[in-house]
């Protein structure tokens, strides 16, 4: 896909990954709407052309001003990044289940709610691409992380049933599974802390601006999904050819071998 003069609408996109999307897509010429709840980061992040929405995407009168705004300034949405969410550390069996709410409920129900925005619209015109944020904790299971790990699992299904349904359509999908990224992901979460063998291994994270530049290759090439790095598919690979050792390196990265 050509992303000059194409309309993208990022949310969560004041920081992080989605910033950097946001940096990304503008300087291959496409138009910007970004959403997120510091209205302060979404400035710094538009620059001056970008339509900007401060919100709470769990809200749903958020999700639907974001997107009526974008079709009213643009008079289309051509891809849509699901990218805000939220993280969790700590075990699943002692979650408080209210913040496990919580995490579904930005994490996969939102998301959903946007993908039901603006679809139908895309369908019409037989043409877009919805972008979803999984993780790799949404190919295989990150036991500090558990919950977030889940809620990923269903953004990867989602994702995947979603590419099926909107088959001949026009419509495309794509499923981006970030690695270790330097974000503030880690400051923001709002349950637990990262084991610290979790923490050493930033040495081998990528930058948000290397994430975001992967998630705008794979639109441009129509890709089905994109890992960053690319080196998290050897992991992917080695779980499943070898998931009883693997599993138990995890479960030691995690403190509980």
């Not at 609408?9 to 940096?23: K, N, P, Q, R, V």
């Not at 809200?59 to 969410?85: H, K, P, Q, S």
């Not at 959903?112 to 190919?139: C, D, E, F, W, Y």
């Amino acid at each position: 896909m050509r992303l000059d003069g194409k309309v993208v609408l990022i949310t969560g996109a004041s920081e992080g990954i989605g910033a950097a999307c946001a940096a990304e897509f503008a300087g291959a010429g496409a138009r910007l709407s970004l959403t997120a709840r510091s209205a302060d980061g979404l400035a710094k992040a538009g620059g001056a052309h970008a339509l900007i929405t401060a919100g709470d995407l769990a809200v749903e009168a958020t999700r639907r001003n974001v997107v009526e705004r974008t079709l009213e300034r643009y008079g289309a949405i051509d891809i849509l990044i699901n990218n805000a969410g939220i993280g969790m550390y700590g075990n699943s069996w002692s979650a408080p289940m209210d913040e496990v709410r919580h995490l579904m409920e930005l994490n996969f129900f939102a998301l959903l709610a946007m993908i039901q925005l603006v679809t139908p619209s895309m369908h019409a015109r037989r043409s877009g691409m919805i972008v979803n944020l999984s993780s790799i904790g949404g190919k295989m299971p990150l036991p500090w992380a558990t919950l977030y790990s889940a809620s990923k699992y269903a953004v990867t299904a989602l994702t995947e049933g979603l590419r099926m349904e909107l088959r001949g359509s026009g419509v495309k999908t794509m499923l981006a599974c970030p690695g270790y990224v330097t974000t503030g992901f880690q400051q923001h979460v709002r349950v637990g802390t990262a084991p610290p063998a979790v923490l050493r291994a930033r040495s081998r994270a990528i930058t948000a601006a290397e994430c975001a530049r992967s998630i705008r290759r794979g639109v441009e090439r129509d890709a089905r999904t994109v890992m960053a790095p690319r080196a998290g598919w050897v992991l992917i690979a080695l779980a499943r050819l070898f998931p009883s050792i693997v599993e138990a390196r995890m479960a030691e990265m995690n403190g509980t071998a």
